[in-house]
Structures are given as C-alpha cells and as structure tokens.
C-alpha cells in the first residue's frame, strides 16, 4: 500500500501541529497532494483508468477548496503552505 499510518504520521507531523493533527488545512492540503503525485504517476501508466482519473479530479478540486479556504482566513499561511509543497496558484 502506498500510503501506510506511518507515511500519514510523517505527513501531518511536516505539514500539521502534530504527528496527530489531522484537521488542519495545511495537513489535509499536504495529504491531498501526495495523493495527487501518486494518482499523476499512475495516470501516466495507465491511460484508460477513467476512475481514477475522476478520483484525480475530485482530489484536486478539495485541494483547491481547502487552499481557497485558506486564502480567505490566513494568506500567509496560505502562502507558506504553497512555499513549502511547491504548488503554483
């Protein structure tokens, strides 16, 4: 499996408050995007998977929901948070 309770640990501890800090923006937003990267590389095997291809869409679509959530209560740690996973806007 790809995305194990360790690579989860690692993700939330980076990007959130805390190993255990699954709520906040900046994590679910980190979360997403590693899902995203690994969804992007599948894609690039595997043409025809139309599910995952919308599985990918709607990803992206929270992600960006979660971003412009941010943007509206905090830019800089909207900003920060593009910074740090290297999205563009």
Do not use: W
Not at 31 to 43: A, D, K, M, P, V
Not at 45 to 73: C, E, I, P
């Amino acid at each position: 499996m790809y995305l194990d309770k360790a690579k989860k640990a690692e993700i939330f501890g980076k990007y959130g408050k805390s190993n255990s800090d699954t709520g906040s923006p900046e994590a679910q937003i980190a979360l997403f995007s590693y899902r995203i990267s690994h969804l992007t590389e599948h894609l690039k095997k595997n043409r025809k998977d139309y599910t995952t291809a919308r599985s990918l869409t709607q990803l992206v679509g929270k992600r960006r929901a979660l971003l412009n959530y941010l943007y509206d209560r905090d830019i800089t740690r909207y900003r920060a948070i593009i910074k740090a996973l290297g999205l563009r806007r």
